[in-house]
């Protein structure tokens, strides 16, 4: 099935490194969002895209932090000189459209591990 | 700010058992309310979706009501199968700076023993 997938699905970096980490939702969404899970622990908000415009980034944690969706379909999540507090799984999820009766759809996520 | 409580944490039941997961949430303005399933080392599974103006649905085994004047919400599993084991995850839809976002909380682990 076309769910939402996201590569890679596992990532090492070592501290100070920056990674890219890319999202693919469902073909047609117009909105996407991505969310941090840490261990143990429920995810957390972190932007929102609607089309290729970033309407939200209230969640990002700093500014090492960056996406980007570019034409309104692929998106890339950012992160510079990672440190180990970034360390976590990093959920995009889409839905079809914007408003509160739009269900979201989670890719499998991304384990980023920051040794 | 929203912030959405799990209890509890984890529960161990014999295969068969009915069983009830419990979520609570501070803010009543939700939009709607969402109950996840997760795996180990996987994505987020939606099970059942409840919007403001509805008090439960229901799939197959699970039933999931919601009681936005008391701010709670349960999952009900019948007949519960080994295969129901992994964490379950509540989240309400609420207004951000500039969308609607799902607030979770930490999730119940589920273990339904043989």
């Known amino acids: 099935g076309a769910g939402v997938s996201q590569s890679p699905r596992y990532k090492v970096a070592k501290r100070g490194q920056d990674v890219a980490l890319r999202c693919d939702p469902i073909?047609?969404?117009?909105?996407l969002f991505w969310y941090q899970q840490a261990l143990g622990q429920g995810p957390e908000f972190l932007t929102y895209?609607?089309?290729?415009?970033?309407?939200?980034k209230s969640g990002l944690p700093s500014d090492r932090f960056f996406a980007e969706r570019p034409e309104g379909s692929v998106s890339t999540l950012k992160i510079q000189r990672t440190q180990q507090e970034d360390s976590a799984v990093y959920l995009c999820?889409?839905?079809?459209?914007?408003?509160?009766?739009?269900?979201?759809?989670f890719g499998p996520g991304t384990r980023l591990t920051v040794l | 700010k929203q912030e959405v409580t799990q209890i509890p944490a984890a529960l161990s039941v014999p295969e068969g058992e009915n069983l009830v997961l419990n979520c609570s949430f501070t803010?009543?303005?939700?939009?709607?309310l969402q109950w996840f399933r997760q795996d180990p080392g996987k994505g987020l599974t939606s099970l059942l979706l409840?919007?403001?103006?509805?008090r439960e649905q229901t799939s197959g085994r699970l039933n999931a009501s919601l009681d936005k004047s008391s701010g709670r919400s349960t999952l009900y599993i019948a007949a519960s199968q080994p295969g129901d084991s992994a964490t379950y995850l509540c989240?309400?839809?609420?207004?951000?700076?500039?969308?609607?976002?799902?607030?979770f909380g930490k999730g119940t682990k589920l273990s339904v023993i043989p």
């Open positions: 999820a889409s839905s079809y459209w914007t408003g509160s009766y739009n269900e979201q759809f």
């Open positions: 073909s047609g969404h117009v909105s």
């Open positions: 895209f609607q089309n290729e415009a970033q309407l939200d």
């Open positions: 803010d009543s303005a939700i939009y709607n």
């Open positions: 409840i919007q403001s103006s509805q």
């Open positions: 989240a309400g839809l609420v207004s951000g700076a500039g969308s609607y976002q799902l607030t």
